[in-house]
Every structure is written in structure tokens, then in C-alpha cells.
């Protein structure tokens, strides 16, 4: 073996169909016992008067503490689907994950609310929650303006029950700090409800992602979709006349073909971990984002993944120095997942919002409110100039020194990053590069 993302939804945000994208979308179902009329006010607040801050002093909650906190989520989230999915493709992402959550979180109170900012890693007795949401605001305006090399946009939008009163103070925060737009949709008739939804969701990910949301009914109350979009191009690409057939290694006695891109003589960021025996290579985009492939020796892989922590990936990126390699082989792959978050996240300590005993009634004032399901879908392609994908998530509420030749020919790890706000974007295991 070698070695080694009030109106008429089709015109609300048309995508550049001509971009390479990488798209997050989270969605939210609200349901519940609400009758009232929809109020949605046309007066709006400011940032700064939400949370009495100044914008010219910035957030209490700095970009590199919040990125640690978002990372600390990622990876006890990724350990728990790995757990549940082995040998299985992975793909996610826990920004647009932990936003949805956020957003969630501003309607929530009481030990609701603390299950969920503590499940996403948060300390509320050192970091007030104030903070957390201008920490979140802060870093999603950055990252909608990334700069001219690395396309990133991010968003949300409320569906509302047409019948339903939501409280102002839920909408203007989750308009002011998270993008959230507001629309009417009627539930009364869960399939033309469903489509719109969908329909929604799919011109935001370039079509790439349908049928995120599944299985409304009239109780449902209002749908929350979160989305986040990515474009790469690799600042070294691959050449496409270079990608050949070859093996990759699904354990030690299986291999499947692939298509295996190659590129020579490649300096690049490189580090041998050789207390968790692994390789670590990063791979440049062209501006602030990169891509850290983690290829553990043989047998390795479980140990790697018991170790991923702030602490490693921070070691990982200190420790990479410039390395001239002979040739890199990275198999060129399309993979897609489709997990369901509410099996997932109670093992985080995220488990009020799907119970009777759930306090939304920041939302709409009273407390008959309830997570019934979320999921998310993502899908992650990699090629030869850069990489492309899609993820949607949807929540539903209920009441140097020598050249070195490196093979990605067995199970890796995969982690996008925005580097000025060193942001995990997306996580990636691949473990089949051929299964879908």
C-alpha cells in the first residue's frame, strides 16, 4: 500500500448559478397552541440598542474566543456522529448548527436557555448572554465580508404562521444579529407550506439541496432556515489532465476505485503529529480560507478522533511549517449526509427544547412552544480547482527538509476554515469517496 449554502420567494436572493458554492442552510419548525394575528413591526432597532453596546469598542466576546467555543461545539458534535455513523462520510456544518441554535436561544428562557448556550459550550457565569448574540452578530457581518478572493455569504429567514403573534423583541434581535428576514407562510396547508419552504431553501443552495423540510402538519408555527455559503478555489489548483484511476483503501483488506487527483512539487503547510500518529497538510484557497487534511497512519483513526479539541487543532495549525512535497495525491469526491440533530444534540445537553417542558415563550410570549425534529443535509464536493457544497439543516417546532510524496488513499479528515476569524466552517470525514 503507498504511503503516504412578505414576498415572492423565487426573486428573494437569486445565487450566481455560474459560482462554485458551498452552502449551509438550517431550518427551523415552530408548533404549538398560538392563536393570535401576526405582528410584525415596521419600526426597527439598532444593533447597539439591543444589547447597549458600542460599536466602536466592539464585542466583550472576542472573534479568536468565540471561534474556540464554535470549534469546542464542532468537535463534540462530530465525535457523537461518528459514534452513531461509523465508517460512514461525514460532512457538516457546526457555524450554521450553532447559529440556528443561537437564534433559537433568543427566544428561549429559563433552564431552556441555559441548556442550550451551555450545550453549545458557552460558560453563562463568565460570558453573559448578551454577549454571546453580539459575539455571534459580530462575527456573521465579518464573515459576510470576507474579501474579494473567497465568496461567503450567510443569512436566515423566518416562515410565520399567518395567524401567529410573534413578540417584536425575538424578531428585531434575530433581524439585527443573525440576518433573519421575516415571511408569512399558512401552515393550515402543510403541503403548499412545505414547498414553499423548500422551494426556498433549494434556490438558496443552487438546487442542490430538496425536501429539507418533510412531514409538516397544521400545528406547525413557524420554520426557521439558517444558511451559509462557501466558494474556494485552491490557490494551487490540481490539473485535471493529472487525475488518474487508483485505489483508495476502505480498511485493510478493501479498496475501491477512485479518481485520484495529483499535483507535483508542492510547497505547502505540513506537520507530522507523531504523538496522535497522524499527517497534517493544509491546502490554500485563494484569500482567507483554507482546507487542514488530517490523514491518520493506519488503524489510527479513532484515536485522532478522541482527541479532537480546540487545543488540538490549535496545536495542529501552530506546529504546520512550510514543506516541499514531491507529489500529493487527494482523491477527487462528491459525498452527502442527512442526519437527524434531535437524536444528536440531547447528548450535548440540549434536550428541554424537544420536551413539554421547553420555555420558547420569548417568541411568542407564552410557553406552548416545541422543537419536534431537526435535521440537517449537507453535501461537499472537491475537485480539482477548488471546492463546492451545500449543507441545510431544518428544525421543526411543535407545541524543510526532504521532498515527501503523501497519498489521502484510506480514511481522512477534513476542516474549512476562514482564517482571519479562524471560524470552522465545515468538517468532513471520508471514509468511501465513491458513496454519495
Not at 461545539?73 to 448548527?97: E, G, R
Amino acid at each position: 500500500m503507498p504511503r503516504d449554502r412578505e414576498g415572492t420567494f423565487p426573486g428573494l436572493c437569486a445565487w450566481r448559478t455560474d459560482k462554485m458554492a458551498f452552502i449551509v442552510a438550517l431550518g427551523l419548525v415552530i408548533t404549538g397552541i398560538c392563536p393570535g394575528v401576526l405582528c410584525f413591526p415596521d419600526g426597527t432597532l439598532e444593533r447597539d440598542t439591543l444589547f447597549h453596546k458600542d460599536k466602536e469598542n466592539g464585542t466583550q466576546l472576542d472573534s479568536l474566543t468565540l471561534a474556540s467555543i464554535n470549534t469546542d461545539f464542532a468537535f463534540s458534535l462530530y465525535k457523537k456522529l461518528a459514534l452513531k455513523n461509523p465508517d460512514t462520510n461525514i460532512v457538516f456544518s457546526p457555524l450554521s448548527i450553532s447559529a440556528a441554535l443561537a437564534i433559537v436561544s433568543l427566544g428561549a428562557k429559563g433552564n431552556t436557555l441555559e441548556e442550550i448556550l451551555e450545550g453549545l459550550n458557552f460558560n453563562l457565569t463568565e460570558t453573559p448572554e448578551a454577549d454571546i448574540h453580539q459575539g455571534f452578530g459580530h462575527l456573521l457581518q465579518r464573515l459576510s465580508h470576507p474579501g474579494e478572493q473567497v465568496q461567503i455569504s450567510t443569512g436566515s429567514a423566518l416562515f410565520v404562521e399567518k395567524h401567529l403573534q410573534i413578540l417584536a423583541e425575538f424578531q428585531e434581535k434575530a433581524r439585527a444579529l443573525y440576518q433573519a428576514e421575516a415571511f408569512t407562510a399558512d401552515f393550515q396547508q402543510p403541503l403548499e407550506a412545505t414547498k414553499l419552504i423548500n422551494d426556498y431553501v433549494s434556490n438558496q443552495t443552487q438546487r442542490k439541496i430538496k425536501g429539507l423540510i418533510s412531514d409538516l402538519d397544521t400545528d406547525t408555527l413557524m420554520v426557521l432556515v439558517n444558511y451559509i455559503y462557501f466558494k474556494g478555489k485552491w490557490k494551487m489548483p490540481f490539473n485535471p489532465r493529472d487525475t488518474f484511476e487508483s485505489e483508495f483503501y476502505l480498511d485493510v483488506k478493501r479498496s475501491v476505485k477512485v479518481p485520484m487527483m495529483k499535483i507535483k512539487t508542492l510547497t505547502t503547510p505540513y506537520f507530522r503529529d507523531e504523538e496522535l500518529s497522524c499527517t497534517v497538510v493544509e491546502l490554500k484557497y485563494k484569500g482567507n480560507a483554507s482546507a487542514l487534511f488530517i490523514l491518520p497512519d493506519q488503524g489510527r483513526m479513532q484515536q485522532v478522533e478522541a482527541s479532537l479539541q480546540p487545543e488540538t487543532l490549535r496545536k495542529w495549525k501552530n506546529s504546520l511549517r512550510p514543506r516541499k512535497m514531491g507529489e500529493l495525491y487527494l482523491p477527487k469526491f462528491s459525498i452527502s449526509t442527512d442526519y437527524s440533530l434531535k437524536n444528536i444534540l440531547p447528548e450535548l445537553g440540549i434536550k428541554e427544547i424537544f420536551s413539554k417542558q421547553a420555555d420558547l415563550s420569548g417568541i411568542t410570549g407564552t410557553k406552548d412552544l416545541i422543537v419536534s425534529q431537526m435535521v440537517h443535509k449537507a453535501v461537499l464536493d472537491v475537485a480539482e480547482t477548488g471546492t463546492e457544497g451545500v449543507a441545510a439543516t431544518g428544525v421543526n417546532f411543535r407545541i524543510l527538509s526532504r521532498r515527501t510524496s503523501l497519498w489521502f488513499n484510506r480514511t481522512f479528515l477534513m476542516v474549512i476554515s476562514h482564517t482571519d476569524v479562524q471560524t470552522t466552517l465545515f468538517i468532513a470525514k471520508i471514509t468511501h469517496p465513491k458513496r454519495a
